[in-house]
């Protein structure tokens, strides 16, 4: 399974930004899917998942970030709203099965916030 990421790029402070992540086939059944972060000189960090329909976000980006997926298409999105440059970081695509373990991770794409 490839998980193919895209829609980063260069943003100023308070703009919008749609990432996707298409899988090559269908693996969102049964799966926790999700994005997560890696800024310059930080830690990794899981900021947003839907499991079972539900989402959970990283406090960070609560209210301002929206997970959603398109079974249909195996396509996950992250729309990412009132963007701050603490937001800067490669943003990673990942589905993770529950009932094998098996978890996929897309390439990264870079998101930068700045003026």
């Known amino acids: 399974v490839q998980l193919q990421a895209s829609g980063g790029g260069l943003v100023q402070p308070g703009g919008s930004l749609r990432l996707s992540c298409a899988a090559s086939?269908?693996?969102?059944?049964?799966?926790?899917v999700g994005w997560s972060r890696q800024g310059p000189g930080n830690q990794p960090e899981v900021v947003a998942t839907?499991?079972?329909?539900?989402?959970k976000y990283t406090d960070s980006v609560k209210g301002r970030f929206t997970i959603s997926k398109d079974n249909a298409k195996n396509t996950l999105y992250l729309q990412m709203d009132a963007l701050k440059p603490e937001d800067t970081a490669v943003y990673y695509c990942?589905?993770?099965?529950?009932?094998?373990?098996?978890?996929?991770w897309g390439q990264g794409t870079q998101v930068t916030v700045s003026s």
């Open positions: 990942f589905v993770r099965n529950y009932v094998d373990g098996t978890a996929y």
């Open positions: 086939r269908s693996v969102f059944s049964n799966a926790e």
């Open positions: 839907i499991m079972t329909e539900k989402s």
